[in-house]
């Protein structure tokens, strides 16, 4: 099974307008001003529902090193950032892929025909954190059973390819 392996192309650290500004909850946006506040550097965000932001960002990430081609705040960013090439969008139900991460758009034949569980765990566990926080409890995406591996049933793949070409970050 191929594994999810980021290029660096960057493409998911700039964005051109609020339709693909990244979704934050409160708890991030604290973490996020307390990290610009050590960097001396002033933050936007924009409350879309309770507990809900968008995180107002013009051209690349103020948390961008241009000379590492990586983020700054690894190990605090928040989790739209950690579940990107995965797009959760809660209003319609879908977990979908973005076509504008390099390494999807150079494996999209595999991505079709994979278990988006097996090929993007470190990601899915980022929505299964996510979902858990909305819904105050524990929410587990397990992969495919062996059954299913083995081709005895069809596969249960969440990848929908109808959204794929969906801006960014998105919940
Ligand atoms: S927080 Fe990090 S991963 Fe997220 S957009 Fe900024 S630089 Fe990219
Ligand atoms: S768009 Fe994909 S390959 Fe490019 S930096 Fe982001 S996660 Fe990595």
Known sequence: MTRFKCLRCSHCCFFTGEHDYPVVLEGEVKVLEEEARKRGISLSFIRIANGFYLWAIEGFCPFYDFASSSCTIHEKKPLS????????????????????????????????????????????????????????????????????????????????????????QQS
């Not at 209003?91 to 569980?117: H, I, K, P, Q």
């Not at 059973?145 to 069809?154: L, P, V």
């Open 81 to 168: 950032c950690r579940m990107f090439p995965l797009l959760l969008n809660i209003a319609r139900g879908t977990l979908n892929v973005s076509m504008m991460c390099d390494w999807v758009y150079v494996n999209r034949e595999r991505v079709f025909r994979s278990d988006v569980r097996q090929m993007f765990p470190d990601e899915v566990g980022a929505v299964s954190e996510l979902l858990s926080r909305l819904l105050g409890t524990r929410v587990t995406m397990k992969p495919a059973d062996s059954k299913n591996e083995e081709g005895g049933e069809e596969k249960q793949n969440p990848v929908n390819e109808a959204g794929d070409q969906e801006g960014k």
